[in-house]
Nanobody, 117 residues
C-alpha cells in the first residue's frame, strides 16, 4: 500500500502564496504520477495539476502561471507552489498518486487552504 501525507495548508490573504508538500511512504515503487486535486464546499473534486515520473506536468487552466508542481523522487515528495492566490482557490487540497496498474489510485487526507482577507 501507499500512504500520502500532506502539509502546508493554512490561511493566506488574497495575492499571497503557499507551498503544499506531500510525502509518500509504503510501497512507493507502485507510484507513477503524483499530483493535487482540490474540493471546494459544495463543488466536485477537481484536478489541480499532475506530474509524471519523468517530470512532465499538466495543470487545470485556472491555475496555469500561478501554481507549480514539482517532485523529488528520491524523497517520494511532491510539492505544490501556489502564488497569486485568490478566494476562488479556497478548498481542501488532496495529494494524489497514480500507480502503474489500471485503477491504482492513492489519496491523502487533505489539507485546508483558505484565501481570505
Amino acid at each position: 500500500q501507499v500512504q500520502l501525507v500532506e502539509s502546508g495548508g493554512g490561511l493566506v490573504q488574497p495575492g499571497g502564496s503557499l507551498r503544499l508538500s506531500c510525502v509518500a511512504s509504503g510501497s512507493t515503487f507502485r507510484i507513477n504520477a503524483m499530483g493535487w486535486y482540490r474540493q471546494a464546499p459544495g463543488k466536485q473534486r477537481e484536478l489541480v495539476g499532475i506530474i509524471t515520473s519523468t517530470g512532465r506536468t499538466n495543470y487545470r487552466e485556472s491555475v496555469k502561471g500561478r501554481f507549480t508542481i514539482s517532485r523529488e523522487n528520491g524523497k517520494n515528495t511532491v510539492y505544490l507552489q501556489m502564488n497569486s492566490l485568490s478566494p476562488e482557490d479556497t478548498a481542501v487540497y488532496y495529494c494524489y498518486a497514480a500507480g502503474w496498474g489500471v485503477g491504482q489510485e492513492y489519496w491523502g487526507q487533505g489539507t485546508q487552504v483558505t484565501v481570505s482577507s
